[in-house]
């Protein structure tokens, strides 16, 4: 829906080495908080040629013969182009179970600007699943994995769980840091539900003004008003969810990035988002995210999601038939939940995602 306040900003971070993939070596310092000093810990960070175009692609753990998790999406808007890399506050807490692999995908973060800021004709969602594939079956050679596990964020989402259930003989687990489902305009309007009923219960007539001065689609008009988008943005702010207290700090400090770099996500992301194009959210195939899993599927999210709203997400889960399944909800939480409440993603990798992960290798 919206962009965050941050959604310039970001990525950096670790990678591979397989024969069957070309790649170009970087190495650049990582500050002490982030060091990974365990002897069989891994902290590697390349372009790697993936259908011929080399993409920038990040691993970090603390024992490289964890289980490993593929992070599809980025933080900071829930369209094509963002990217999650220089924040690695949010997967630190990850990093003693699991080998965490942050991929800029085309049109994204380092690999947009590396292609300098070229983007592919045909790029859309399905050159983006092949390029998943890919990626995927180079982790399980490279780690000797029969499964990996898939994590989605924002749009990412909506790719990973059509990888999730269209090849569950690659991954042994899916979790969705929040739950794309359905188009935008759906999303909208549950989120714009919210805040009325939010308002209501504390007779706010001021956020109630707004909302109906805002519409039913501020973001969806043809023409975007900027007093309706403005509207909805006061009676937002009224109902806040938690976000990061250094999120402009983390991409500043960001290993691998510099100042020039960082500016340039917004640039791919905005790219990416006109390359889409905005049909892209009304032609995706939702209906196809439902139905029958045979990789199980697990939700994690805040119920103050605006781009993944809880209602829509508990209603998908409840479409989805899975060998296993679970929401956990986040009380108070919202887009950024994967950085402002790490423990409830760490518990559910730990407890529910690590025994899958361990079972299919056996």
């Given amino acids: 829906m919206k962009p965050s306040v941050l959604a310039l900003a970001v990525t950096a ?4 080495a397989a024969p069957s993939v070309a790649l170009a070596q970087t190495s650049a310092p990582v500050t002490p908080d982030f060091a990974i000093r365990d002897p069989n810990g891994i902290d590697e960070q390349q372009f790697v040629a993936i259908n011929g175009a080399e993409q920038w692609v990040t691993i970090r753990g603390r024992d490289r013969a964890n289980p490993v998790v593929l992070v599809v999406g980025g933080l900071g808007t829930d369209g094509p182009g963002a990217v999650a890399s220089p924040f690695l506050g949010a997967f630190q807490s990850w990093e003693p ?9 085309r049109g994204a973060g380092k690999t947009f600007t590396h292609a300098q800021g070229k983007l592919d004709p045909d790029l859309g969602v399905d050159m983006i699943l092949r390029d998943a594939l890919a990626l995927s079956d180079l982790l399980r050679a490279r780690f000797h994995k029969r499964k990996i596990v898939l994590v989605g964020v924002g749009f990412g989402s909506t790719l990973a769980a ?7 003989e690659r991954y042994a687990a899916y979790l969705a840091a929040g739950q794309i489902a359905d188009p935008r305009i759906a999303r909208e309007s549950a989120a714009l539900r919210r805040l009325r009923t939010l308002a209501a ?6 956020s109630l003004a707004d909302l109906d001065a805002a519409g039913p689609h501020p973001f969806n008009d043809a023409v975007r008003d900027p007093a309706k988008v403005a509207a909805f943005l006061r009676a937002s702010r009224r109902y806040p969810a938690r976000t990061p207290e250094h999120q402009i700090q983390d991409v ?12 340039q996500v917004g640039v791919g992301m905005r790219a990416s988002e006109a390359k ?3 049909a892209w959210n009304a032609t995706f195939d939702f209906a196809g995210l ?10 994690v999210q805040g119920d103050a999601d605006i781009d993944a709203p809880l209602e829509l997400s508990r209603t998908w889960l409840a479409q989805v038939s899975a060998p296993e399944k679970a929401l956990v909800v986040i009380p108070g939480a919202g887009d950024h939940a994967l950085q402002t409440d790490p423990e409830p993603f760490v518990k559910t990798l730990r407890d ?9 290798e056996r």
């Fill in 352 to 360: 529910r995602i690590l025994p899958l992960a361990r079972k299919a």
């Fill in 276 to 278: 889409f194009g905005p």
């Fill in 201 to 206: 219960a504390a007779a706010d007539k001021d």
């Fill in 162 to 168: 059509k990888l999730a259930r269209e090849h569950p």
């Fill in 252 to 263: 500043v400090t960001a290993p691998h990035w510099g100042p020039a770099e960082a500016l």
């Fill in 97 to 105: 179970y699991v080998t965490v692999v942050n991929w800029d995908q």
């Fill in 290 to 299: 439902r139905g029958t899993y045979r990789t199980p599927v697990f939700v």
């Fill in 13 to 16: 971070f670790a990678i591979l």
